[in-house]
Nanobody, 126 residues
Framework: QVQLKESGGGLVQAGGSLRLSCAAS????????MGWFRQAPGKEREFVAT??????????NYADSVKGRFFISRDSAQSTMDLQMNSLKPEDTGVYYC?????????????????WGQGTQVTVSS
């Protein structure tokens, strides 16, 4: 079955950086659309970024709130996806979830996602 396992969360001061990783198994990694969402306490889960390989092209989308600060990447040999987070702000605090659609369908809403990881906590102190 599809399994997604996040790692790399932690506590960081505002302005710092963190790198999250997601290890995927049980799916054709190169075919899947992969992405990240986050959920702050008391708030709904929100889109962060997605990455799709299609016909030799890479399609990447970012939420406006993270553009220019967060960078998503994938390694097909390792079946891993990373999220490099720079210039972190306190409002970036939350649980970050790895997400996947094995059929490659692109997504921007939690309701469109087929599989989720268990999440990793990111806390940015001011």
């Amino acid at each position: 079955q599809v399994q997604l396992k996040e790692s790399g969360g932690g506590l960081v001061q505002a302005g710092g950086s963190l790198r999250l990783s997601c290890a995927a198994s049980g799916l054709a990694f190169s075919r899947a659309t992969m992405g990240w969402f986050r959920q702050a306490p008391g708030k709904e889960r929100e889109f962060v970024a997605t990455h799709t390989w299609r016909s030799g092209f890479i399609y990447i989308n970012y939420a406006d709130s993270v553009k220019g600060r967060f960078f998503i990447s994938r390694d097909s040999a390792q079946s891993t996806m990373d999220l490099q987070m720079n210039s972190l702000k306190p409002e970036d605090t939350g649980v970050y979830y790895c997400s996947a659609n094995p059929n490659g369908a692109r997504f921007g809403s939690p309701s469109d996602v087929n599989y989720w990881g268990q999440g990793t906590q990111v806390t940015v102190s001011s």
